[in-house]
């Protein structure tokens, strides 16, 4: 025998809660339509896309910056294990940044002269375990053609002091 609700027993929930309800109980439903609908219109989700990005421009991300404001010291230790452990990825990430990013401090000298960064940061961790920078006080990639580009084929890790003595001899 089934049993009955007792009368005047009822659950208040706004329509947002039992939206939320909803969505966790459907939640593989959704993801499989959701699939289907990008799959059948991409040029209208690549539009989505776009407004959402632009609208994430003009008012930023205010969730991502509320997050790192609360967890600041976790995230800045964590980043400091990650590339103490994988310092070739901030090799990667400075290459870049002043190859492509015309704020970067050292732009002029990278960047604004036409220097490129085609090297992925796979190739510099290969080129790490090569030139066996792990062993060295301190790692510093070099252009073996100061007028070429950042490509496996120019790079190589030498000691800073190297580097700068370097710099300076090509600079007579």
Known sequence: MAMARPCGVFIL??????KKLWRQKNREKLRIYDKNW???NPEKYRDQKKRRREREKLIGYPRAKKYYQKHKEALN???ALYFKLNPWCRISNSIRSRCNNSKHYDF???GAKGIQG???SKEIKELWFRDKAYLMKK???DRIDNDGHYEVSNCRFIELVENIKRRWQNTK
């Open 118 to 120: 085609k090297i992925t």
């Open 108 to 110: 002029r000298w990278y």
């Open 139 to 141: 790692p510093s990639i």
């Open 13 to 18: 929930m706004n329509s947002t809660e039992h």
């Open 77 to 79: 230790k964590k980043n």
């Open 38 to 40: 990008r799959l059948k």
